[in-house]
Each structure stands twice: as C-alpha cells, then as structure tokens.
C-alpha cells in the first residue's frame, strides 16, 4: 500500500518535471529555426484570423506550438500586461493609461462592429429600404428614447418594443460601437450578454432584438452570408432617409468592401491590434513581423480587411 | 561471559524493559514527534485564517485610492456605476447580488431538505446507494456548462413564464415583469439553485445520518410513525447542522460567477422584479477584469467590489453563526 503511493506520488512528480520542461521559448540561433511556445489571449474580433495565422505560420515552422484563446479584448490587454500571455488581441484604441503602463502595440488588421437585427424583425422590410441613423441608433443605445420598433421607423402604428442587447464583458466590439455613438462601454443601454457569440446568439432568439456584432462573427464563415435568423441592420451613413445599395451589407464581401474603401464609417469600422508587454523579441518578434509580411495573404480569406500599405510599413517601423 | 551476554542484549533487547536507557529515549522521541505534530496541525488551522486576513489587507490597500476620492458610504450607496465619470455606486450590485442568492435559496432549499430526509431516512440502500454518487457528480459540474445550460434550457423558459405570471400576480411587485427577454434574475436564481443543491443535500444527508439511531428506535417503538419520528427525534437534534449547510449553500451561491453572469442580464439597475435583469457583484468583478489597467481607479474599484463582497459573505456568515448559536444555546456550530 504505502509502497504504491510512493511510486505514485515519484511518476507524478516525474511526469510534472517533464511536462514543465516542455515549456519555455526560444529562437534557435544557429540552425536560425524557430521553436517554443505562443500563448495568446484577447479579443473575439481577431480569434479566427490568428488561429489562422497560428495554423500557418506553424506550417512554416513545426516547432513553434501555440496556444489562442479568446477572452475579449480587455482580457488580452490585462493578459498581456500581466505577463500571462505573450501577446494580447485588442479589438480597439490602446489607452495612454495602458501605454504608460508598458503596453506595446502593433496594429495587424482591420475590420468592423456591425448593428445586427433578427431576420424576424416585425419592421425588416422599412429597416432594410431605410436604414438606421446614427442619431437614431444613439437614441435606442445610449439616451432610451426610441423605445419601439415603430419609432424607429417612423410607423407609430406598430408598438413592438427594442430589446437592446450590449456586450456583458470589457471588450473593443462594444468599445468602439460606443465611441461610434459618441460615448463609452458603460454608457451603451441593454441587456448584458457574455461575448460575440453570447450576443448573436441572444439577438437570433429574440425577433425584437438588436445586437452589433464583430464582422467575422456576423457572417457565416462558409458562406459568407449573414448568420441564419440575423441580419446586418444598414446605416444610413448619408443620411438620406433611404438605405442606399453601397449601406445595404448583405454578403461578407461586400462588407469587406465596404470597409476597405471607407464608405462603412470608421469607428464601427476599427483596426486590430496585437500588443505586447514592452516591445517584443526572439520569437515572438519574429511572428508579429511574419504576421505583418507574409501573414497579409490570409487576410483576405478570413474575411478580414488589409490595412494600407503605409500603415503595415509603420507597424513594422515601430517593431525595429 | 558477561560482556557476551551484555552483548547478546545490546543487540536483541532494544526493546527489553532491562535496558532503560533506549526505551527513554524512545520516549523522548516520541514527545518531540506528538510536539511537532501539535505544531504542524496548529499551522495548520491558523494558515488559513492568515490567508483570509491577508486578502482582506490586500483588497483594502488597493481599494485605498478610491476611498480617498469617494467616501464609502457613497460607494455602497450609490446607485450609478459610471467608472469614466468618477461615479462608483456599487448598490445596484449589492442588491443584485442578493436578490438572486435570495431565489436561489426559495428555490433550493426547501426540496433540498426534503430529497436529503428521503435519502437519509426513508430510502432503502440501494436507492441511497444509486442516488448519492449521482447528487455527487452534479457538484462537480463546472459552473460555465451550467451557464450554457440556463442559456440554452431556462432563459427561454423563463422568457415564456415571465408574461404569464405577471398576468396572473401582478398586483405582487415583486412578480411584476417589464422585461421581454428570459435574461433575468429568476434565470440565475434557477440556475444557482441547481448548482447549489448538491451542496446542501449532501450536508444534510450526513447529519441526519450522524444522529445516533436510539432517539429513532425509541420513538417507532412507542407507535409514533416514520414522519412523526424524523419531526420529533431526528429534526430537532439536526438543527444546528442543516442550518450549518444552508450558509454553506448561501456562500457559495453570494460567490458564484459565471454561471449566473451567463443568464442574468447584467444591467446595473437596483431591480425591483424576479424578472428584472441584475448585476450581481462577482459579474462585474469578472466583466470588467478586463479594463483594469485602462482606467485610472478602475482596479481600484474592481478590488473594492472584490472586498465589498468579501464583507457580504463574511457579514452574512457571521450573522447566521450568531443566530444558530441563538436556537441551539451552543457555541460549536
């Protein structure tokens, strides 16, 4: 009996020994190959397009492990800062506060918050021919004063009351929809709901909902069509009173598109940033640089916007 | 001859009572060994305690800055929570975070208590047998698989009961709904409920089985039915213990996090409704870990709401061990 539980308690001390020397990060200077282990936490935003970039960037170099997880972007930020994860995603503007405390950040892509409705919607006809303003959208989020679907639309007839949604979580998508409405995270009305995929979720299971969603989470990945039972609500950017064909984003190219030429507003429209405690090395250095050279080709696919490239040059400018 | 047999003791007779000198020193080993193990458990008992009294320190160091910008009563009092404006109110938290403990508990405690005198008095063994591992495995659970279960299974009910009840109690406030969606406080209450429920069965269980079976014996053999025996023999001596394994379950429901963050809406609004939406205390401290270093106080803020729910917690533990010691006139609880 006590023999057992010694020989036990030495293969788990053993075993703990091995699976710690398994970590550890380093850039093989003579062969000049790359090994060791990224960890990644943050924003729900940039999670499809870096597990893209892991997988290929591992392709590339097999001894590299990485370890994404998703956590919001103000995860990433405290992840990052604490020394928790290597490199942190931050779906939104980088805060003197955050820089002054160590944070270095590169700005890696670009995509977009979109205002999402049920495909339910008891006034989708007039929303999809109309549009939301801003000062509309303003008045649902942040002062309260549309509260009915009719309002919204200019039909007092229907009586339909908005069910508001926000993000529950710090996180750049609710982040940079406030500052697209002219206030912060804490100002935006709504029921609270746990991450991108808790608030689509939420707003397909509610005909008289409202929701915004990352791009990438939106649109169905295969089809690039919006997600079955939601469906991107149009600005009416122009303020024209009509949902013109270039606001209406049914498909994800189109709002790819849209975003890359400018015509869908920027905030919501935002870049992505990767950000590190202090500028990076070794490694890591070598994947964010790898990210903003190579790593560009699989921008498009995910469904992602390129940045400029003025603007790529300058990330890598302030990586040397 | 002598030195010989001197010899042949010396080395079979370590345990003769003839040579005192080892046997002593045995002794003496033994007094250093039962001292050591004093200590050890002693350590033991008091490290925890250190810790708590640690984390206390902790909390009110990084909540210092705050509370010389804002006083504490406004901190606990207010009711608007706009960290970028400088406003810290954390009573809509408090409020949330009490309200849906107090659903969870209407709503666990009192089948609870009746599954745990079935198991322990009326279950034959190999019901017992089957049940307990199974109440067992539903502790051990993690709580984001009950979040995606209230999600999946009970917002949506709640959601269809929440207009009907209103319809129906109304003219109770507390029934009243305004609230279209599921996301609500009865949503977290439910969910708490299932979560704590292990909990407090298996409290229960252990301490009507620990009363000794002559009260039970007895009082069948006067003729007083099974009921009547549990009401009047086994209840009363188990008193102090079930109460000992509600607080548990209420501590534990005051604390948990992501399960109810999941379900609740999280609206920092005092709610006046089982189907309002709350804000409970370990939500916002897990919502907004996030923004920690963005905001100047922020952390400062966040750790107060970590310490403000500490207090509940302990408030809350100290008042009920006060109250038991109350009903049961002892100080052991």
Redesign the interface.
Known sequence: MNKRVWQATVAILILAVVLTGCGGKSADQQSGELSGTITISGAWALYPMMTRWAEEFKKLNPKVEFDVSAGGAGKGMTDALSDIVDIGMVSRDITPEEEGKGAFWVAVTKDAVLPVINAQNPVLQDLLSKGLTRQALIDIYITGQIKTWGEAVGRPEVTTPINVYTRSDAAGAPETWAKYLGKKQEDLLGLGVFGDPGLLDAVIKDPNGIGFNNLGYAFDNQTGNPVAGAVVLPIDVNEDGKADADEVLETKAETVQAVATGKYPSPPARAENLVTNGPPTGLIKAFIEWILNDGQKFVDEAGFVQLTKEQLDASMQKLK | MSSERRGFRFWLGRNDVVHNHPSQNRNNLRKIKERIAGRGFFLATWFPLAVLLAIVIALLVRTWPLLGVVSPWEILSGQT????QGLFGMFPFIAGTLWVTLVAMVLAVPPCLLSAIYLAEYARPRVREAAKPLLDLLAAIPSVVYGVWG?VAIV?LVQWLSPRVSGAFGFLPFLRSSN??G?SILAGGIVLAVMVAPFIIAVTYEVLRSVPAGGREASLAIGATRWQTIKYAVLPQSRAGISAGIVFGVSRALGETMAV??VV???SKVPSSIFD?A?PLP?LI???????????LYDSALLGAALVLLLVVLFFNIISALALRRITGRTQV
């Not at chain 2, 897990?286 to 100047?296: D, K, L």
Request: charged share 5%.
């Open positions: 929570w706009k960290p970028l999600l949506p279209p969606t996301f963050l999941m809406g999280n609206v939406p804000y939500a897990a919502n907004n870990y996030g923004e920690m270093m963005s905001i100047p």
